[in-house]
């Protein structure tokens, strides 16, 4: 198994919502990874995990929680949005973070759309 | 810090064409350099990579990289695209000492023509 999940694909909602992204990996991996993608934009790193500790927050607003369960899920708890953080939110993972970050993988991504 | 600079949005080019996409990067420290692609509606898939050793790399798909450290460049290239390479490339590098890090580049869109 060589694929990270994300649910769901695509999810719309209002600014006064609570909604919650999912990812999940089988490859074993111990650091995981959220970016953000605006439309014909590059990726921007917004957290990483490692061993289930958040390690990096790259200055994201509280109103994005991550949160990492377990070392197969990965989860990003999202509370009183704003139209501009619609984007597509993309899950990655990669083996242990010490040494080499030789490859990550992607997930499809959840396309986010806050009304 | 790092940076990456893909000076060319979109990179037009007929079916069994050669192509360059071009990629430069800036650091004060040694650095990985990686090329990834994305097609519609899809996560990103890495196409191939520059750690150490060879500075020309070859990747999946028939795409090759060459590093040059004088010019701080690591173009892609292949000899000859078809259609379904119609993708977003982009160029990336990581510092060597945090190596979760990774830095993308804008994107190149590479539209094959029939």
């Given at each position: 198994?060589t694929?990270?999940?994300?649910?769901?694909?695509?999810?719309?909602?209002?600014?006064?919502?609570?909604?919650?992204?999912?990812?999940?990996?089988?490859?074993?991996?111990?650091?995981?990874?959220?970016?953000?993608?605006?439309?014909?934009?590059?990726?921007?790193?917004?957290?990483?995990?490692?061993?289930?500790?958040?390690?990096?927050?790259e200055?994201?607003?509280?109103?994005?929680?991550?949160?990492?369960?377990?070392?197969?899920?990965?989860?990003?708890?999202?509370?009183?949005?704003?139209?501009?953080d619609?984007?597509?939110?993309?899950?990655?993972?990669?083996?242990?973070?010490?040494?080499?970050?030789?490859?990550?993988?992607?997930?499809?991504?959840?396309?986010l759309?806050?009304l | 810090?790092?940076?990456?600079?893909?000076?060319d949005s979109?990179?037009?080019?007929?079916?069994?064409?050669?192509?360059e996409?071009?990629?430069?990067?800036?650091?004060?420290?040694?650095?990985?350099?990686?090329?990834?692609?994305?097609?519609?509606?899809?996560?990103?898939?890495?196409?191939?990579?520059?750690?150490?050793?060879?500075?020309?790399?070859?990747?999946?798909?028939?795409?090759?990289?060459?590093?040059?450290?004088?010019?701080?460049?690591?173009?892609?290239?292949?000899?000859?695209?078809?259609i379904?390479?119609t993708?977003?490339?982009?160029?990336?590098?990581?510092?060597?000492?945090?190596?979760?890090?990774?830095?993308?580049?804008?994107?190149?869109?590479l539209?094959?023509?029939?």
């Amino acid at each position: 198994d060589t694929e990270v999940t994300q649910t769901p694909k695509h999810l719309v909602m209002g600014m006064t919502n609570k909604k919650s992204l999912k990812c999940e990996q089988h490859m074993g991996h111990r650091a995981m990874y959220w970016y953000k993608q605006k439309a014909k934009k590059p990726p921007e790193l917004m957290f990483v995990y490692s061993y289930e500790k958040l390690s990096i927050n790259e200055s994201v607003p509280s109103r994005f929680s991550p949160e990492c369960p377990n070392s197969s899920l990965l989860n990003l708890h999202l509370h009183a949005l704003q139209p501009e953080d619609s984007a597509l939110y993309l899950c990655a993972s990669s083996h242990p973070p010490t040494g080499v970050n030789e490859k990550l993988f992607f997930g499809s991504g959840t396309q986010l759309s806050v009304l | 810090a790092q940076s990456v600079t893909q000076l060319d949005s979109q990179v037009p080019v007929f079916e069994e064409a050669p192509v360059e996409l071009r990629c430069n990067y800036s650091s004060s420290v040694s650095v990985y350099l990686f090329w990834y692609v994305q097609y519609p509606n899809q996560g990103l898939q890495l196409l191939l990579k520059y750690l150490s050793g060879s500075t020309l790399v070859k990747g999946i798909n028939g795409f090759e990289a060459e590093f040059n450290k004088s010019q701080t460049s690591f173009h892609l290239r292949k000899p000859s695209v078809h259609i379904s390479d119609t993708a977003e490339y982009f160029c990336a590098v990581s510092d060597r000492g945090a190596t979760n890090k990774l830095i993308f580049g804008t994107g190149t869109l590479l539209a094959v023509q029939p």
